[in-house]
């Protein structure tokens, strides 16, 4: 039965089976009930095809429809045609080369990681990036991995192109597909399992391992040495808190150089508050990390590091916006309970020998329990959940969401608008103000018989009041606007990561619906099926408890946002009024 | 010998004798001792011919030319070419015809000027003025005024056109020519002086009838009732003050109707406190005093009534506007030792009857003391004053009318930039960072198990607080820059008068260097060059008293103003910081 559905982002199709979606289309849904979270329908061009089941809201049924998921294709016709994909000789694995790949092993051959001999991009690239306030951030392959076979190219989790706006209508933004593949991208097409993969094979979760893990294509291990719990808080599941919670300071952004001053870099002082012992971290150490998270951690919002740089990178103004989105990367790390106590990110923290370094980098890029073994790891409870019950709290978490990032989104424009205003015609009006004074005060000074020194003083005066007020207002976005700013960016990474990790839970959704059904049909075993919603419902307490963990920083983080600009907003509209009531106060005795 | 000079001002020319100059242009001047206030010259087109010479600088001698005056035209040849002189049939008699009048005698004839038969121009017009900040201001013919031969309509003293702006240039403003054309522009054509008469009729000094004035063409009364005496004050020459001094206030503008409300007009309530008698008068009676003012007052600087009517002129804002600078107008009026004592200003201030109305304004309209005839009610020091020292001074009271009215100019335009950032984009900013936080605030109650009510609602009254604030500031203006733009108006308006008056003292020096000279030739009699010099000194004191009473008035409006606007801007800014005190509050129990 076919219903209507509207797009509630735009998606762009990169593939024959795919079709692209506009925002606010209206669709044709061929089929209401999604297969790996993926729908199959027609888009208000007669396009035929598949697209991303979170992007879209149903509306309402429609009756009497003879079309059925007919255009679906062999998922063996599935190529690395889409031009996003690196074609580095690292990357030629393509997902349908992953799916002949058995297991998990990226470490054969050996791998010089020797932390000097890497690509400097950070320091010496070029490239100019978008430096402006809202997302960009594109996000490169590279920056280790293993050698191996089973390696491919790490793509950041659609950081890329996701605000891009369309260029004929500035208020439309699109989010690209996902584009995230990972070392773990295994298909378990070797298995008899009944039932059915993805047809696409790019899919989020496909390429997250969620699939397979839903699919019990993981073994389980016999040891598993990590363990993260989920526990029932008083608003559902949540992340039980770490054991060791700390915090983490970054100071004192100092430029160093190498090579005889040809290259340089900027090094930053992260101490954390555990060790209370300071390490030196290069942006591309960050950068490491950051590609270690996206590579192990499923369902887990990780938000993108700040911009790489811009032209003029170095500049004061830059290096302070660097730090001080590092920051709030940072505090995002240490207060999540599962991020905060990656080993990898232990190792980033602590490490201060240029041996161990390496040593624990190659540990850390060996580690078996990324993506669909990662999903081994949670330790979930007992209680029972409907699995409606979850379906329903995550699509209400998907509009809020969604309508969280339109006001983010919002509040950034008008923040980076208030900045502009500031930096140009309100300075520029005070300036002029002042300026006029001034000349005001010099025409009266012609004719000194006639007028009085301590008026002309007091008018100079008012005039270079205004002048000052010009800078003053110049100056205040770096008390207040840019720091919301900095907060807003960091949302903007969190939030966008959101659709992809809904996505799994949909995926996983449509997996049990399917087992069940042919459970019924007595075409799978029972326990099969049960496994299924067992391992599906792990998902979702996952997914609740990341959730429940973006919720309560949330409150935080904004409460904390909206009184420091309050306050900074107070302070600066004090010191306008003291200047003018010194200003005033050269009239009184005239 | 020819002298390099500069325009300071740029001058149109309006009959063939004269040629065009534009600020800053270089100019040769043919003889450095100016004619009746004219030079002649050419300018770096190679055009040649007259220009007035308060309008150019002298840069430095240049020596070996051989230029001289050779391009002068007969006076008689002097038409009435200019587009710019109305052709009314009152308006026939133009320089060449008023130089055969004998005598000054305006009243010959009946005028039917009952009150609700004049031209309802001021209510009725659908003329569309410019009714931004500058000085726009468009005077016409008419409104009073005898319809005997010796009449010729009234124009504005150079109000017109004075800051039309070159539309290829924005900064570039010019001064029309004088264009002040009254009845008394008697030629003496008819007496042997030998003191030549200008070559320019048109010339201001001619038209006000200094230059008659100063050659002794208006014989001396038997009896004048009217007397303004100059005095030595500590600054120099200075208007007595007026024994019966006072203030008017100017109140309640309220919207009348005529033939059964097919006319609307406003009527405001004007109550002098020496009376404390209210009269009502409408604007037009303040136009047919200001017409007699511009008729009679020669030397003394007459400030333009505000703007006469913009489309929409019966709005608030605009009603409120032109009250505003009725009152400003009216306060200049009542400080002027001179002018407050006019009896038609009194009969304007008192008259309530309507029959007595009539016969005031007739007897303002016959008053023979004006123009070249006022000049004789003026009671001057014995004090010897150094012709030189005089003309040094008008000079540096020239110098700095130029920069100060440069400084109006540039503060009006700074202030007027700052109303239009104010209801414009200071608005518009804090309104979208107000939207933005309103639905951020939206977003959040969206999950109301995750989200904390008294924060939400604090987010929610922050956004209203900047959605206020933007408000505020759109209303600010109101309360400061309005009115500082309106003194600014009235200032501009009584510098604009300057150029000409000063123009006149030119005339009256140059005439007394040249009957000096002949008088040492042997071709006039010592006596008439004695008069000559002795009535150009009252031409000397009446400037001096009037240039010492702008500087006096100029001390306390100036003060007032910036006083005013900064007791404004503090208290405006002490409420941005109690609203925004008080949002702040909200966060405080979270």
Known sequence: MSVKAKAIYTFRSENKEEISIQENEELVIFDENSVDGWLQGENSRGEKGLFPASYVEILRRRSDSNLTDSSASPAGSLGNDSPHFPSTPNNNANATTAATTTSFLPHQGYYDDDDDDWDDWDDSSTVVEDDDEHNHHRRRSGGGGGGGS??????????????????????????????????????????????????????????????????????????????????????????????????????????????????????????????????????????????????????????????????????EDFIDKRKRR????????????????????????????????????????????????????????????????????????????????????????????????????????????????????????????????????????????????????????????????????????????????IHLQKGAFAKVKESQKMSDEGKMEQDEADGIRKRCRTVGFALQAEMGHFHQRREVDFKDMMQAYLTEQIAFYQRVVQQLERTLRMYDSL
Chains 1, 2 share one sequence.
Not at 395 to 407: G, I, Q, Y
Not at 452 to 481: C, V, W
């Open 150 to 315: 089973g390696a491919i190219g790490i793509g950041g989790p659609n950081g890329h192109a996701r605000h891009s706006s369309d260029p004929n209508n500035p208020n439309v933004h699109y989010r690209a597909k996902p584009r995230m593949e990972r070392q773990d991208s295994i298909s378990s097409a070797r298995k008899g399992s009944m039932v059915g993969r993805n047809l696409n094979r790019f899919s989020s979760f496909v390429r997250s391992g969620v699939e397979a893990f839903v699919l019990g294509d993981v073994p389980m291990m016999a040891k598993i040495a990590e363990s993260y719990t989920i526990e029932t808080g008083p608003r559902g599941p949540q992340w039980k808190e770490s054991p060791r919670p700390f915090s983490c300071s970054i100071e004192d952004p100092t430029k160093q150089t190498k090579f005889k001053g040809i290259k340089t870099y900027i090094s930053y002082r992260v101490t954390p508050s555990h060790t209370g012992g300071a390490v030196y971290r290069r942006y591309k150490h960050f950068d490491w990390l950051y590609n270690r998270l996206l590579h192990k951690f499923t369902v887990i919002s990780v938000p993108h590091l700040p911009e790489k740089q811009a032209t003029g990178r170095f500049e």
């Open 326 to 501: 590092l920051i709030l990367w940072m505090n995002h790390m240490t207060s999540h309970p599962v991020l905060s106590q990656y080993e990898g990110f232990e190792h980033f923290l602590m490490c201060v020998d240029d041996k161990q370094w390496k040593l624990g980098k190659r540990r850390a890029e060996k580690d078996e329990m990324v993506g669909a073994h990662f999903m081994l790891t949670f330790q979930i409870p007992n209680e029972h959940q409907d699995l409606q019950d979850v379906e329903e709290r995550v699509d209400s978490f998907k509009s809020f969401a969604k309508k969280m990032d339109d006001s983010v989104m919002q509040l950034t424009h008008g923040a980076s608008e208030m900045v502009r205003r500031h930096l140009g015609e309100f300075r520029k009006e005070f300036h002029r103000l002042g300026g006029a004074f001034q000349s005001l005060s010099q025409a009266f000074m012609l004719e000194p018989p006639h007028s009085s020194e301590p008026l002309n003083n007091a008018i100079s005066h008012t005039g270079r009041t205004y002048e000052n007020l010009g800078e003053m207002f110049a100056e205040q976005p770096k008390h207040d606007l840019f720091l919301m700013l900095d907060k807003l960016s960091l949302y903007q990474g969190l939030l966008a990561n959101f659709p992809d990790i």
